[in-house]
């Protein structure tokens, strides 16, 4: 039985394990351990910008209540025949939530199919976290967030 044992390739040598078999244990469990390190700071950047995302959202459509509650006359697609404290199209902002500087927002206002009695109004909103979310933050046209409405003029 022993010389059996001793012409087994598997067991281990009475001494331990060689030097080759621990660093390629180490090695193996390095690449293991670095992977789910890797994860875990993927996940956390994740979770910062859904966090972010979320903020953003919140801030627009709150931004887009107190548009909405504005006069239909207030709400200018141009400069020209403008009441005083209208909004305008191209009114940036800041979104709540986030550092100074760190986000703004963009209010586009448009006729809706060339109907002076219809008008879409969308807001778009970037923010910088770890990284930039839409194209610039002076910009903010190409941002993923985005909310858009009708409004129409009630007064006819």
Do not use: W
């Not at 959202?57 to 400069?79: F, T, V, W």
């Not at 979310?133 to 190409?142: E, K, L, P, Q």
């Amino acid at each position: 039985m022993k010389a059996a044992l001793k012409n087994n390739r598997l067991c281990l040598s009475s001494r331990g394990l060689t030097l080759m078999e621990l660093v390629l244990a180490f090695g193996l469990l390095a690449i293991t351990i670095s992977g789910f390190l890797l994860l875990m700071v993927r996940i956390s950047i994740l979770n910062e910008t859904t966090r972010n995302k979320i903020l953003a959202y919140n801030a627009l459509q709150s931004q887009l209540e107190i548009i909405k509650g504005k006069p239909y006359a207030y709400l200018c697609p141009s400069l020209t025949n403008c009441p005083t404290g209208a909004i305008v199209n191209g009114t940036t902002f800041s979104l709540t939530g986030f550092p100074e500087n760190k986000s703004q927002a963009r209010v586009e206002i448009r006729y809706f199919n060339n109907s002076t009695h219809l008008k879409n109004i969308t807001v778009y909103g970037c923010f910088q976290g770890r990284s930039l979310v839409g194209d610039s933050i002076t910009n903010c046209r190409n941002s993923p967030v985005k909310l858009s409405t009708l409004t129409t003029d009630t007064s006819q």
